[in-house]
C-alpha cells in the first residue's frame, strides 16, 4: 500500500512539471469527476436522512400495483395461424378434447412459442400491450 501511494506521488510530480493538469481536456476530466464524487454524496446524505417508513413503502408498492393493473397476472398462450378457417378447425378440435398445447405444436407459426406448446409465460395486462406495441414498432 505504501509503496502504491509513493508510485503515485511520484507520478503525479512528474506529471504537473510536464504541466498535463493544465490541460483543457485534463481539466474538463477532473471538473467531471469533482461533480460525480459531490453528487454521490449528495444522494448519500439525502437517502440517509430521508429513510422511508414501512408504511410508506407499503403505500408506493400498493400504487404501483395498481398501475400494472392491480398485481393480476395472467399465463398466456396462443397459436399463431394464418387465416380464420385454421382458427375455426382448431377451436372446435379443442373443444372437442384436443389438447391446446399439442395443436400448438403442430400448427403454430410462431418459432418461439409453438415448440414449447404455445407458452407465452405469465405477464400483466400492460406487459402484454407493452409488448405488442414494441413488436408492431419493429415490423
Same mark, same amino acid.
Given at each position: 500500500? @505504501?509503496?502504491?501511494?509513493?508510485? %503515485?506521488?511520484?507520478?503525479? $510530480?512528474? /506529471?504537473?512539471? %510536464?504541466? *498535463? =493538469? !493544465?490541460? #483543457?481536456?485534463?481539466?474538463?476530466? *477532473? /471538473?467531471?469527476?469533482? $461533480?460525480?464524487?459531490?453528487? @454521490? !454524496?449528495?444522494?448519500?446524505?439525502?437517502?440517509?436522512?430521508?429513510? #422511508?417508513?414501512? =408504511?410508506?413503502?407499503?403505500? %408506493?408498492? &400498493? &400504487?404501483?400495483?395498481?398501475?400494472?393493473?392491480?398485481?393480476?397476472?395472467?399465463?398466456?398462450?396462443? *397459436?399463431?395461424?394464418?387465416?380464420?378457417?385454421?382458427?375455426? &378447425?382448431?377451436?372446435?378440435? *379443442?373443444?372437442?378434447?384436443?389438447?391446446?398445447?399439442?395443436?400448438?405444436? $403442430?400448427? +403454430?407459426?410462431? #418459432?418461439?412459442?409453438?415448440?414449447?406448446?404455445?407458452?407465452? !409465460?405469465?405477464? +400483466?395486462?400492460?406487459?402484454?400491450?407493452? %409488448? +405488442?406495441?414494441? $413488436? @408492431?414498432? @419493429?415490423?
Amino acid at each position: 500500500m @505504501r509503496q502504491e501511494l509513493v508510485n %503515485r506521488e511520484i507520478l503525479m $510530480q512528474e /506529471a504537473m512539471r %510536464r504541466g *498535463i =493538469a !493544465a490541460r #483543457p481536456d485534463v481539466k474538463a476530466q *477532473i /471538473a467531471v469527476a469533482q $461533480q460525480t464524487v459531490v453528487l @454521490r !454524496a449528495l444522494i448519500e446524505d439525502f437517502v440517509k436522512n430521508n429513510v #422511508p417508513t414501512d =408504511a410508506e413503502i407499503k403505500a %408506493r408498492y &400498493d &400504487d404501483m400495483v395498481k398501475q400494472v393493473g392491480g398485481g393480476k397476472k395472467y399465463h398466456l398462450h396462443h *397459436i399463431l395461424v394464418d387465416n380464420e378457417a385454421q382458427v375455426k &378447425d382448431l377451436i372446435a378440435k *379443442i373443444k372437442a378434447g384436443a389438447s391446446f398445447e399439442d395443436l400448438a405444436k $403442430q400448427y +403454430s407459426k410462431d #418459432p418461439g412459442s409453438g415448440k414449447n406448446g404455445s407458452d407465452l !409465460a405469465w405477464s +400483466s395486462p400492460q406487459g402484454v400491450l407493452c %409488448r +405488442s406495441l414494441a $413488436q @408492431r414498432l @419493429r415490423s
